[in-house]
């Protein structure tokens, strides 16, 4: 949604300058920041999790929002509040500001040179709603790792985050530690189809949410979601508790009973702690 926002607020717009609220922000040191002043924005991509923003002298910015990071848009006679704010870039129909929650400060903005500058920023990752049912089962199938590694890496596919991974195997009833060398075919074709629904999904309803306003609700856990962030809340499919396994920054949400055959994933925290007494089904925890 940020990049189909962005394309209609700012394409066509001269970038008047860019501050810096915070200078590790920036990442690049060639060329200068002072290169993107005064010239208009051409175009808006994004690059996997990246949003490319090309402007007519052949620079492009490039911002990484990582996890915390956000963007903000405020008309010319607001300014953003809090102290948030890593960086402005003023326009003159208003300010577009990078944001970033806690104290880890991962968000990023790197100056580009050209396209050739830009193409280093590309994983390689296939566009997911661009590609055929084969192309998505071969590359999914090109290296053997878990479903869910498998759909959040950058290199075999572009833009899928952790959260619909997790609605995406919900969808599919998959487990997201079932390894991609063991799917039947018929199993690829379910995941494939339900990649292309849950994306297709949200696309539509975060755009019919914003409509022609600006995205300032950017979160990764969402009303309606079947499985992420919704750990012990019911299943909206069968009723069952969600279960979730924890690891670093991130955890993974699934239903046992609809995922799994009704077995709990071991979460390597809590099953380590609980040993023998870690639940093997959805059932002995009810």
Known sequence: MYVERLDALLRGQVLQRV???NPFVL?????????CAGHAVLSLRRLGKRIAVGLDNGRFIVVHLMIAGRLRWRPPAKKLGGKLALASFVFPSGTLYLTEAGTQRRASIHLVRNEQGLREFDRGGLEVLDITRDQFGD????ENHTLKRALTDPRLFSGIGNAYSDEILHRARLSPLLLTSRLAADQVSALYEAMRATLLDWINRLRHEVGDGFPEQVTA????MAVHGRYRLPCPDCGAPVQRIRY???ETNYCARCQTGGKLLADRAMSRL????WPRSIDDLE
């Open 19 to 21: 501050d810096l609220h």
């Open 27 to 35: 990442r690049s040191v060639d060329p200068p920041l002072a290169d």
């Open 139 to 142: 590359r999914l199938q090109s």
């Open 221 to 224: 856990f969402r009303e309606g």
């Open 248 to 250: 670093a920054t991130n």
């Open 274 to 277: 609980l040993k023998q007494d």
